[in-house]
């Protein structure tokens, strides 16, 4: 049998590995094709590798091609799939480096595209410093243009989720003056609550990044070649490179025009095998499907890594001949700006309005550890509760210092249906040195019930 791989980052190479753990070389021929230069790379971490924190760009690389294809799974790079013929079983891939086609039989196919970042009009044109952060050899683009004579000087950041903020980071770290432009009322408005994203947002303007909210961006100006300018309603903000950071999209157009399913969200339907759904011998996984979200019982699209790898563990799982399901997910997230630290869980206030539950709020200020210990830092809890029932439904936490991992309780919590009384008793460790004798998470629990008996 062969099996055929559209993808050589986390969703795809993992099904590659757990399918080759499963079947030896005499019985699974496997093929991956990835049109960058990368394999099995963490996406998450370049802007860590742009601002310095991480010294080399192959320190994030889990695993080479030359790894893989030590594991008896023929990589092939710089090779863009072009075209799906269910009915034949072929794929058709385009070499980008030497030119010419190739066709390749497949007896499964793992569609593992990725996601596309959104990106309008005016920003295609990047030989000339505009740049999106999706892959690894995006990553490799923004060095060579930061490194360019005379070196880039002046950085607007387009979009204010987690890649544009933590790349204003990175562009401040390496002594960029920076500006992020948002559409929203606040940056991250999509992870956290307008309370929540008021401290973040103080967060940003404490290292000097400009934060400018409810923005347009009409075009993009540019001379001999380099970005001069973002053009705005309120005047040209001048710029040496521009990143953007306005989300990403289900990679999936050239699924859909093979005719396989594609759901609300732009994502591939897949069954919780991550087979696509009604054709046989065709999985996908990782940011170009669709997946369940567990509290509302709607289809979602979560881009992460976390899920990417799982989905594609559990399709390999399945084409090796075992069995595995994955059940859905509940946005769990986090991330970092400076020294401030944000996540969340489940549902944030929108999402609940959005999804039809009644609910109430509770906020609590503490500390990461017992306030006469030393290096107590200040930590935010925000917990969503359902009215009736007090079943936690989401969990926003903004903080500095050991604060954003106990999103992680919160996390278990909301996975297995707990309501904020019973949280009340949760068994957490505490010595000085990591909590106060009451955590936070148990002090939001608290408030939380309170304010569940009185909506009663």
């Known amino acids: 049998m062969r099996l055929v791989i559209i993808?050589?980052?986390?969703?795809?190479?993992?099904?590659?590995?757990?399918?080759?753990?499963?079947?030896?070389?005499?019985?699974?021929?496997?093929v991956a094709f990835e049109r960058g230069h990368f394999t099995s790379y963490s996406a998450c971490g370049i802007p860590y590798w742009i601002g310095g924190v991480v010294a080399e760009r192959d320190a994030l690389v889990a695993r080479t091609p030359d790894e893989h294809r030590k594991a008896g799974i023929q990589v092939r790079l710089?090779?863009?799939?072009?075209?799906?013929?269910?009915?034949?079983?072929?794929?058709?891939?385009?070499?980008?480096?030497?030119?010419?086609e190739v066709k390749t039989h497949f007896d499964h196919l793992m569609y593992a595209a990725g996601a596309s970042p959104v990106t309008p009009d005016w920003a295609t044109d990047r030989g000339a410093g505009i740049f999106g952060?999706?892959?690894?050899?995006?990553?490799?683009?923004?060095?060579?243009?930061?490194?360019?004579?005379?070196?880039?000087?002046?950085?607007?950041?387009?979009?204010?989720?987690?890649?544009?903020?933590?790349?204003?980071?990175?562009?401040?770290?390496?002594?960029?003056?920076?500006t992020l432009l948002e559409k929203s009322d606040q940056p991250m408005a999509k992870t956290a609550d307008p309370d929540m994203g008021a401290l973040v947002r103080q967060a940003i303007e404490g290292l000097g990044i400009e934060v400018r909210?409810?923005?347009?961006?009409?075009?993009?100006?540019?001379?001999?070649?380099?970005?001069?300018?973002v053009v705005t309603p309120g005047g040209a903000l001048p710029a040496d490179i521009v990143l953007l950071g306005l989300g990403v999209r289900p990679n999936s157009a050239l699924a859909e025009q093979a005719g396989l399913p594609v759901g609300a969200t732009g994502g591939l339907?897949?069954?919780?095998?991550?087979?696509?759904?009604?054709?046989?011998?065709?999985?996908?996984?990782?940011?170009?499907?669709?997946?369940?979200?567990?509290?509302?019982?709607?289809?979602?699209?979560?881009p992460l890594g976390t899920h990417a790898n799982k989905q594609g563990r559990v399709a390999g799982i399945n084409i090796g001949g075992g069995y595995a399901t994955f059940p859905g997910v509940i946005g769990t997230a986090v991330t970092k700006v400076c020294d401030l630290e944000v996540a969340r869980t489940g549902l944030t206030s929108k999402e609940a309005d959005s999804?039809?539950?009644?609910?109430?709020?509770?906020?609590?200020?503490s500390t990461s550890r017992a306030g006469y210990y030393p290096g107590a830092e200040t930590m935010t809890i925000k917990l969503i509760a359902?009215?009736?029932?007090?079943?936690?439904?989401?969990?926003?936490?903004?903080?500095?210092?050991?604060?954003?991992?106990?999103?992680?309780?919160?996390?278990?919590?909301?996975?297995?249906?707990?309501?904020?009384?019973?949280?009340?008793?949760?068994?957490?460790?505490?010595?000085?040195?990591?909590?106060?004798?009451?955590?936070?998470?148990?002090?939001?629990?608290?408030?939380?019930?309170?304010?569940?008996?009185?909506?009663?």
């Open 213 to 229: 909210t409810g923005a347009a961006v009409e075009g993009i100006d540019t001379e001999g070649g380099r970005v001069r300018a």
């Open 269 to 302: 339907r897949t069954d919780l095998r991550m087979r696509v759904e009604g054709v046989d011998g065709v999985w996908a996984a990782g940011d170009c499907v669709e997946t369940r979200h567990l509290l509302t019982g709607r289809p979602a699209h979560v």
């Open 7 to 30: 993808g050589g980052d986390a969703a795809g190479m993992s099904a590659a590995s757990q399918a080759r753990k499963r079947l030896g070389r005499d019985v699974l021929e496997i």
């Open 133 to 178: 952060v999706q892959t690894l050899d995006d990553g490799a683009a923004i060095q060579e243009w930061l490194a360019r004579d005379p070196a880039p000087r002046r950085a607007v950041v387009i979009g204010g989720g987690y890649i544009g903020v933590e790349m204003a980071e990175a562009m401040v770290r390496r002594g960029l003056r920076v």
């Open 355 to 365: 999804a039809g539950f009644a609910y109430v709020t509770a906020t609590v200020a």
């Open 386 to 456: 359902e009215r009736r029932t007090g079943t936690l439904l989401g969990a926003q936490i903004v903080g500095k210092a050991e604060a954003a991992k106990r999103i992680d309780a919160l996390a278990v919590a909301v996975w297995n249906r707990m309501n904020v009384e019973e949280m009340t008793a949760l068994d957490l460790s505490y010595a000085p040195p990591f909590a106060p004798v009451w955590d936070p998470v148990l002090i939001a629990a608290r408030k939380a019930t309170e304010a569940v008996h009185a909506s009663l």
């Open 78 to 100: 710089r090779h863009e799939v072009t075209g799906i013929d269910l009915d034949r079983r072929e794929v058709v891939a385009r070499d980008l480096d030497g030119g010419g």
